[in-house]
């Protein structure tokens, strides 16, 4: 399995609503990564997490709550958000928190109302 | 403060051609600098890259060029095929980091 599974694709979500965005690899990779991704704009990193550890945190609002339940799962939990966090959110995998060579998955791309 | 720039949104080229992309970098403390190719409603994929100490690497059809003192690196696509047609992010490491600053993108558009 060399894939980064991503669910929903598609998401529809009012600004009073909680919802999650689920990613999951079984490549044994110990790095995962959430990017955000605006139209016409490149990929922005917004949390790593190394060994299923909170290592980086790129000044996300806290109404972007991320969790690792495992070593092949990642959460992104979404409350009270706004129509501009309308994106594309993508996850990524890599072997070691080091390596550069990402397996993205498809993304879901979120629209909020 | 855009550290990784790629300045054509958009290139055509025709099918056989040779397709070049271009990416300008500011940030002297990216150790890996990388291709992904991304299609639409697809996550991107990694395509090749290359080290800060190198200056060339080859895949296939695929070349990386890295200039350093021009802080410039390109992608040639020899020939292009029509399959090539997809949005092109150069991507580049910090050093010790687990971040990759993406630059903006390069749409190719490969005409029959």
């Known amino acids: 399995d060399t894939e980064v599974t991503q669910t929903p694709k598609h998401l529809v979500m009012g600004m009073t609503n909680k919802k999650s965005l689920k990613c999951e690899q079984h490549m044994g990779h110990r790095a995962m990564y959430w990017y955000k991704q605006k139209a016409k704009k490149p990929p922005e990193l917004m949390f790593v997490?190394?060994?299923?550890?909170?290592?980086i945190n790129e000044s996300v609002p806290s109404r972007f709550s991320p969790e690792c339940p495992n070593s092949s799962l990642l959460n992104l939990h979404l409350h009270a958000l706004q129509p501009e966090d309308s994106a594309l959110y993508l996850c990524?995998?890599?072997?070691?928190?080091?390596?550069?060579?990402?397996?993205f998955g498809s993304g879901t791309r979120l629209t909020v109302v | 403060d855009q550290q990784v720039k790629q300045n054509s949104p958009s290139l055509s080229v025709q099918e056989g051609r040779i397709s070049i992309l271009n990416c300008d970098y500011t940030n002297s403390m990216f150790d890996y600098f990388l291709w992904y190719k991304k299609y639409p409603a697809e996550g991107p994929t990694f395509l090749i890259s290359i080290s800060s100490i190198k200056d060339k690497n080859e895949d296939g059809r695929f070349t990386v060029f890295l200039n350093k003192s021009a802080k410039h690196l390109s992608l040639h696509i020899v020939p292009s095929q029509p399959g090539d047609s997809a949005v092109y992010f150069c991507a580049a490491r910090i050093q010790g980091a687990q971040k990759l600053v993406f630059g903006q993108g390069t749409r190719l558009t490969i005409n029959p």
């Open positions: 990524a995998s890599s072997q070691e928190r080091t390596s550069y060579g990402y397996t």
């Open positions: 997490y190394s060994y299923e550890k909170l290592s």
